[in-house]
């Protein structure tokens, strides 16, 4: 009996194949039968609460709400950590373009890893979207026909910031950078922003990565008369000077605390005491509109936690991508990348945005406070509008670009 | 002279009090550490990770439980060094007739393990702690404002350091304990149970670490990666200081504290590695350490 059912159920895979070879035959633009997206992203460091599974959640949440197929073709998801190592996230970035055949690699969190992913994605001509990485070079000096940076970049954080900050009448900073490239390229740029807007960089300090105890470079921005504490710092850096800032009362001294970048998930670990009345820059916060409401309350359900802006770019990322084969038909990575740079993006967080020559996404970018406990009215109730900044005043104009894409007039 | 080193004296202070702070954590880590190397001969790897779980243990003690921060400065480290009597009763006892670098290859896997299901269960972001009413707010001292919470930390870890010292070095058990390292069989002879004596060292040594961890969660991020940034320091102060000195750890942990604060000061860039050059040097020069034996 058990032996027929055996059978039975060979034969009917074997005829259920021969069924749908045609369909395969019919989608044959789509290559190797099935789109395969690849997130690739940070599961076990500093940034793997911002993004990680978060970010694996994000790009799962968009492909269901495209229904799990493009024309017929169904759409895989894989994802690897990193380690925040470029060597490990090229030496898989290759491994899914040859072996794998990934179509598309998404987040990327961490600008070493990006820039190496970057250089692969062309070589193997696919594509790589960037939602998670800060540095503008991935849009600059490193782009590529095949890199798109999608939600941010160090560029925009220092214009959106500095400009706002200094036309509020906090013009004298003083900076804490994290001593390597991407504290450095933060506070260089910022730096030239606040002069730009007549403001004055007074004094900075250099700080090791991964330091724990900022009390001396604490006493050190107090002792000055900077009305602005800046600081160019990431993840348990950032976290570790903001916590002891508060307990030095740097705000009680007067001085203003700016991070340049900060997540919600930092200030939701670190909770409002600490944080209140700091000022920041991000693309997104959950509570903007009732489609960010609907998508982060979505996100809070399978993950516990409202979505960083970083997860956020990740589920418009993946959007777009499918959006563009769709449209295009075929995945082949030029047509792809064009379609892509000819349709608007649109979703939860974006309107009208557009994806520039140089693969440079523009989009709104918003300027936020951190609100004190008091004006706190629920679980991640955290920040205030500030100002918003249109796209074209965020980003780096292209008559600035050291994009070999872009072409000069 | 309104200036020393390029800084006005009165910052020179400031940064020096700071170095003290940071020295007393180094001073009562190191500690740990010198404990239970002197008396066991084993490189606990697992030291950092002990101080993250005591952390922890005051988070979760105030998150679930409702135990404030004076209840778990006692309950922390008990709750550590019993893990601490698991570990070696079943681990760690098998491994003395052995090469040191087994125990040290075992302690480090420890560590790991530990690190990764803290963080796979709470992320890495941390969690907050708060700082306990009696001690919140701070001093003006004139040439620094000092946080009274920092004045306390160091307070508590001198004391804490100078009767570990005392106990070992100056008592009756202290000598028993000394006696049992250097010859076990025959302290044995003399009708004290030396296995029950060395499990208790080892405890005693890592709720040192949990007291440490229970102090710095309201200054740090309570986080599952804060112990592995602090052991490669803690080491190098031990090394520097001569492994299995008590009096070593003490001296050298709050000595290169302060040597630490002034580079902040003078040259933050090389804040970070300044105390491994010291280690660089005093191997050198003297390959025991500053207050070691050689063996």
Partial sequence: ?409 | MSQLLGIPPQALFGQLLLGLINGSFYALLSLGLAVIFGMLNVVNMAHGALYMVGAFVAWLLLSYAGVGYWGALVLAPLVVGAVGLVLERTMLRRLYKVDHLYGLLLTFGLALIFEGAFRHQYGVSGQPYPIPDLLKGGTNLGFMYLPTYRGWVVAASLLVCLGTWFAIERTKLGAYLRAATENPTLVQAFGINVPVMVSLTYGFGVALAGLAGVLAAPIYQVSPLMGSNLIIVVFAVVVIGGMGSILGAIVTGLGLGLLEGLTKVVYPEASNIVVFVIMAVVLMMKPAGLFGRER
């Fill in chain 1, 1 to 409: 009996m058990n032996h027929y059912a055996v059978t039975a159920a060979v034969a009917a895979c074997l005829f259920a194949q021969t069924l749908s070879q045609p369909v395969l035959a019919q989608s044959a633009a789509y290559s190797d039968g099935k789109i395969k997206i690849g997130v690739l992203t940070d599961l076990s460091g500093q940034l793997s609460d911002s993004t990680g599974q978060g970010s694996i959640a994000a790009a799962q949440m968009a492909v269901e709400d495209f229904g799990g197929s493009v024309n017929g073709t169904p759409v895989e998801l894989i994802f690897a950590d990193h380690q925040n190592k470029a060597d490990v996230g090229a030496s898989t970035a290759r491994r899914w373009y040859d072996v794998d055949q990934v179509d598309a690699i998404i987040d990327v969190p961490n600008s070493a890893v990006a820039l190496a992913v970057q250089q692969i994605t062309k070589e193997k001509n696919r594509v790589a979207i960037f939602s998670s990485p800060a540095s503008s070079d991935l849009t600059g000096k490193a782009c590529t026909p095949n890199g798109i940076h999608w939600t941010y970049d160090t560029y925009a954080l220092a214009h959106v910031t500095g400009e706002a900050v200094v036309a509020s009448g906090l013009d004298s900073w003083y900076f804490l950078t994290s001593d390597y490239a991407f504290g450095h390229a933060l506070e260089r740029d910022t730096g030239a922003v606040v002069e730009s807007q007549k403001g004055k960089v007074v004094g900075s300090v250099k700080m090791p990565a991964n330091n724990a105890d900022f009390s001396s470079f604490l006493l050190q921005a107090q002792a000055s008369p900077a009305k602005v504490v800046a600081l160019a710092t990431a993840g348990a850096d950032t976290q570790n000077a903001i916590k002891q800032a508060a307990e030095f009362g740097l705000g009680q001294s007067g001085k203003n605390i700016v991070a340049l970048l900060l997540a919600i998930s930092e200030v939701h670990a670190l909770g409002l005491p600490a944080t209140q009345g700091i000022m920041l820059t991000t693309p997104f916060y959950w509570d903007m509109s009732d489609e960010t409401r609907a998508f982060s309350k979505r996100f809070f359900e399978k993950r516990k936690a409202m979505p960083t802006f970083y997860q956020a770019g990740v589920y418009g990322a993946v959007s777009h991508y499918l959006k563009a084969i769709k449209a295009a038909g075929t995945d082949a990575a030029p047509t792809v990348m064009k379609t892509m740079k000819e349709t608007p993006v649109n979703d939860f967080m974006t309107k009208n945005g557009t994806v520039r020559e140089d693969g440079r996404v523009l989009r709104d970018m918003y300027l936020f406070q951190v609100k004190t406990p008091a004006e706190s009215k629920a679980p991640w109730d955290y920040y205030k509008l500030v100002r918003s900044i249109p796209a074209e005043r965020a980003f780096r104009p292209l008559s600035e670009s050291e994009c070999p894409l872009v072409k000069k007039m």
